[in-house]
């Protein structure tokens, strides 16, 4: 038996316009951005996705960030969606 690479099914990207629709469909992938596929994983699995964020933040030393920062930071970098949806749980990120 061969090893076959794994595939994939999407691009996840803020970077839009380096990738061609037209290229996009000759491999058959879609082009997701970043706050799209955070936000769907919190519909799969929000348990998952606060611990993600938990860990996250909690690497975040020097210096360290509190939720209400780290979640500001967030929306900053382009993740308003995932941002407003987490905002309800700064009391456990």
């Known amino acids: 038996m061969f090893w076959r690479p794994p595939s994939s099914d999407a691009i996840v ?8 629709k037209p290229v996009l469909d000759k491999y058959k992938l879609d ?10 994983q919190i519909g799969i699995d929000n348990a998952a996705v606060l611990v993600s964020v938990q860990k996250c933040r909690a690497r975040l030393r020097n210096p360290p960030r509190s939720a209400a920062e780290y979640l500001d930071t967030l929306e900053r970098q382009g993740l308003p969606k995932t941002v407003g949806h987490l905002r309800a749980y700064a009391g456990v990120i």
Not at 13 to 20: C, S, V, Y
Not at 31 to 38: A, E, G, K, Q, T
């Open 13 to 20: 990207t803020f970077n839009f316009k380096d990738f061609p």
């Open 31 to 40: 082009l997701i951005h970043p706050d799209d596929f955070i936000f769907h």
